[in-house]
């Protein structure tokens, strides 16, 4: 088992694991706003499909351990090669130039990542660690988004969310070898699109709960 521990430990297994942890994030990133947009269809049906997701019992747990565990691996891994870099470049670029594919989520991905670590954390007390004694999901979250500084930060968040993936996504396929001149514009579209999908389907719906209080 040397091999494989040398192998993640390596700087190209260190990419791989954050790729691969990067690329599961971006599946639930999907199935969560799926199953966040039945908040249009109302009480009853966000209700419905949080007893559904609740009702998977011991799947629902393994699920979020292995989220955990990917979270875990995912932020010690990013800080090791943040640091790695910041050790072999301890002086930074006097110019510093968009060429070569550089872009705002490039240049960010460590600080939108510690950002977004910080959000998780703030959502997670606010959503999952309150007392469901009483209330149900739906009223949980109607009542956290009729703050509209609750509303602003959740959009912010999810902001930040949509510049991390933007880059993050075409990264990870770059990583396991899809870096082609045959596949690699549709990819960068594809991260594109899905940054967009992540800031507008998370962010809009906020501002909708909000404005039909």
């Known amino acids: ?85 910041l050790k072999a470049r301890p002086v930074r670029y006097q110019v510093n130039k968009s060429g070569g594919g550089r872009t705002i989520g490039s240049a960010t991905m460590p600080y939108t990542g510690l950002l977004l670590l910080l959000f998780v954390v703030f959502h997670l007390i606010n959503f999952s660690f309150v007392d469901k004694t009483g209330t149900t999901i739906y009223d949980i979250v109607t009542q956290a988004f009729a703050d509209p500084l609750y509303v602003l930060l959740y959009v912010a968040a999810m902001i930040v969310a949509a510049i991390h993936v933007s880059h993050g996504l ?19 579209i594809l991260s594109i699109l899905f940054a967009l999908v992540v800031a507008c389907g998370f962010g809009f719906l906020p501002i909708y709960l909000l404005i039909s209080a």
């Not at 075409?170 to 960068?188: E, V």
């Open 170 to 188: 075409w990264s990870a396929f770059q990583t396991i070898g899809a870096n082609h001149l045959k596949y690699m514009p549709a990819i960068r």
């Open 1 to 85: 088992m040397n091999w494989l521990a040398d192998t993640l430990t390596s700087s190209i297994g260190k990419k791989w694991l954050m790729a691969l942890t990067g690329l599961s994030f971006c599946v639930f990133l999907f199935t969560h706003l799926a199953g966040n947009l039945t908040l249009y269809g109302g009480r009853a049906a966000f209700n419905a499909y949080a007893e559904q997701l609740h009702s998977l019992g011991a799947l629902l747990l393994v699920a979020e351990l292995g989220l955990l565990l990917f979270a875990l691996i995912h932020v010690v891994t990013g800080l090791t090669l943040f640091l790695q870099n």
